[in-house]
């Protein structure tokens, strides 16, 4: 456990970030150039969807993680500034395009996630499947990261989403179990934490992500970590929640980034290979380092 100052509630309500949050505006010729291909290619990317604070960083080193299937989420989650409705028809056409993008972009190691497509019957498995088999026709020696929803108990469609030889399965359980009903009403904490064990069982390197400052403990952040080592998961990101409007979850508390380094401590501690743990951290943040970690 440790105690340190916080951002008072009035400084919160006056929308003041405290100095560790702040984040240089894009710019740059990569950053130029990722956004040209991007754009041309009619791509969405979470980076831009989710608001990432790391969006100029990632980007200026020509690098971004691709969303698929849309950039309408069929969930309702407080926390995601991705919209929320009824998706129109998906393109089948976008595993090639997103491809080709990624092998443009020379990138060395792509990220690709998703929303939620629920009314599908597949959950969007078989587009899961062709862009990674497409990106490694096309770029063989990229590394790839597959950032999966929650595929509500379809195991079958987890296996295939996961067995098209990406190198990285990553499952965010986003916040600790008392707040799922608040943070992600249509979402089981047991069920992502079993959809992790079945991909670990698969024999896939395992990654999850949770967000802090939305009114968990400590103490359910040690045992959340407990959990995801007796689930199989290799990999944890831990970053701040950043409320992306005023319609979504209040940011109940900005941590200090002394606390970061102790999840991160204390979740190498408790079995986790690997934790990535900063105010400003997300789920591919320092992606390209996470293939490296022993299954």
Request: glycine residues 6%.
């Amino acid at each position: 456990m440790i105690d340190l100052p916080v951002v008072s509630q009035e400084e919160k309500k006056k929308n003041k970030k405290p100095d560790w949050l702040r984040v240089k505006l894009p710019v740059g010729k990569e950053y130029a150039n990722v956004r040209k291909i991007v754009d041309e290619n009619k791509l969405h990317t979470i980076c831009e969807s989710g608001n990432c604070p790391n969006m100029g960083e990632c980007w200026g080193a020509g690098t971004a993680t691709f969303m698929i299937l849309g950039n309408v989420c069929t969930r309702s989650c407080s926390f995601c500034a991705v919209a929320t409705g009824r998706p129109p028809e998906y393109d089948e056409q976008e595993p090639q395009r997103v491809a080709e993008a990624i092998k443009k972009m020379g990138v060395k190691h792509a990220v690709l996630t998703s929303v939620n497509r629920d009314e599908l019957k597949d959950r969007g498995a078989e587009i899961w499947y062709q862009t990674v088999v497409k990106t490694k026709e096309l770029s063989p020696e990229t590394t790839i990261e597959t950032l999966i929803p929650d595929v509500k108990g379809k195991w079958d469609a987890l296996y295939r989403m996961i067995e098209a030889g990406q190198e990285v399965v990553s499952h965010n359980v986003e916040t600790v179990p008392s707040l799922y009903r608040r943070v992600r009403p249509q979402a089981k904490y047991q069920r992502s934490l079993d959809q992790i064990k079945l991909t670990k069982e698969y024999g896939k390197r395992t990654k999850t992500g949770i967000m802090v400052g939305l009114g968990e403990t400590q103490d359910e952040m040690f045992a959340a970590m407990d959990d995801l080592v007796a689930h199989g998961c290799d990999i944890l990101t831990v970053g701040q929640y950043l409320q992306p409007t005023k319609r979504h979850h209040d940011v109940i508390e900005y941590v200090h980034p002394e606390v970061f380094d102790m999840y991160r401590e204390e979740g190498l501690k408790r079995g986790l290979k690997y934790v990535e743990s900063g105010p400003l951290v997300r789920s591919s943040y320092h992606a390209e380092r996470h293939v490296n970690v022993p299954i």
